[in-house]
């Protein structure tokens, strides 16, 4: 079974950065496409970026472009958003899942397989 979990999160300044970990407690997301998501406070969740099983291949939403990058680290089994250059518009609690198909512009919350609990991201002006 999944059991994931996302880590980095905090307060940070305008133009800042954070780094956030994903990794599963259980069974490994080595194996799976993986996503990030985000969701602010009256807002629906919508797709930060996501990246193939293999590691290859990044998707990122225009709105993190030059900003945001997703990695996969085997030797570790985690699967990190590095977010640069932030800005308050960010804000939101960021979500890590594992995709039930491969990552691409058509990603979409419905695609995920499992989620973890989120971490919050404060990005004040």
């Known amino acids: 079974q999944l059991q994931i979990v996302e880590s980095g999160g905090g307060l940070v300044q305008s133009g800042g950065s954070l780094r956030l970990s994903c990794t599963s407690s259980?069974?490994?997301?080595?194996?799976?496409?993986v996503a990030w998501f985000r969701q602010a406070p009256g807002k629906e969740r919508e797709g930060v970026s996501c990246?193939?099983?293999?590691?290859?291949?990044?998707y990122y939403k225009d709105f993190v472009k030059g900003r945001f990058t997703i990695s996969k680290d085997s030797s570790k089994k985690t699967t990190y958003l590095q977010m640069n250059d932030l800005k308050p518009e960010d804000t939101a609690i960021y979500y890590c899942?594992?995709?039930?198909?491969?990552?691409?512009?058509?990603?979409?919350?419905?695609?995920?397989?499992?989620w973890g609990p989120g971490t919050q991201v404060t990005v004040s002006a």
């Open positions: 990246i193939r099983a293999s590691g290859f291949a990044p």
């Open positions: 259980g069974s490994s997301l080595e194996s799976y496409a």
């Open positions: 899942a594992a995709l039930q198909i491969t990552c691409g512009p058509s990603l979409r919350p419905h695609q995920a397989e499992s």
